[in-house]
C-alpha cells in the first residue's frame, strides 16, 4: 500500500520559515518525480514545486528564490523548504509521487500565515 505523509504545517508569522516534509512507503521512491502542491480555500490546487527522480528541479513563478525542494532518497523522503512567507502562501500542502501511469497523493498539511 502506498502512503505519503506529509509533516511540519502549522501557523507561522509572515517572513518566517517553515520545513515541509513527506515520508513516502510502497513505493520505489528514488524511481518517482516528487512534488509538492497547494490549494487555498475556494482556489484550485497549484504546483509548488516538483523534482524528478534525477534530481531536475521546477518552481512555480511565485515562489522561486523563497522555495526550495529536495529529496532524500536513502530516507524515501522530499522536503520543501519555505522561507519569507507570506501570508498569500496560506493553503494546505499536499505531496504528490508520480511515475507514468501512476499518481499518489497525501492528505496534505497545512500551513497558515499570519500577517
Known amino acids: 500500500q502506498v502512503q505519503l505523509v506529509e509533516s511540519g504545517g502549522g501557523l507561522v508569522q509572515a517572513g518566517r520559515s517553515l520545513r515541509l516534509s513527506c515520508a513516502a512507503s510502497?513505493?520505489?521512491?528514488?524511481?518517482?518525480?516528487m512534488g509538492w502542491y497547494r490549494q487555498a480555500p475556494e482556489k484550485q490546487r497549484e504546483l509548488v514545486a516538483t523534482?524528478?527522480?534525477?534530481?531536475?528541479?521546477h518552481y512555480a513563478d511565485s515562489m522561486k528564490g523563497r522555495f526550495t525542494i529536495s529529496r532524500d532518497n536513502a530516507k524515501n523522503t522530499v522536503y520543501l523548504q519555505m522561507n519569507s512567507l507570506k501570508p498569500e502562501d496560506t493553503a494546505v500542502y499536499f505531496c504528490?509521487?508520480?511515475?507514468?501511469?501512476?499518481?499518489?497523493w497525501g492528505q496534505g498539511t497545512q500551513v497558515t500565515v499570519s500577517s
Open positions: 510502497g513505493i520505489r521512491f528514488n524511481t518517482y518525480n
Open positions: 504528490n509521487a508520480n511515475r507514468v501511469p501512476f499518481q499518489y
Open positions: 523534482m524528478t527522480s534525477s534530481g531536475n528541479t
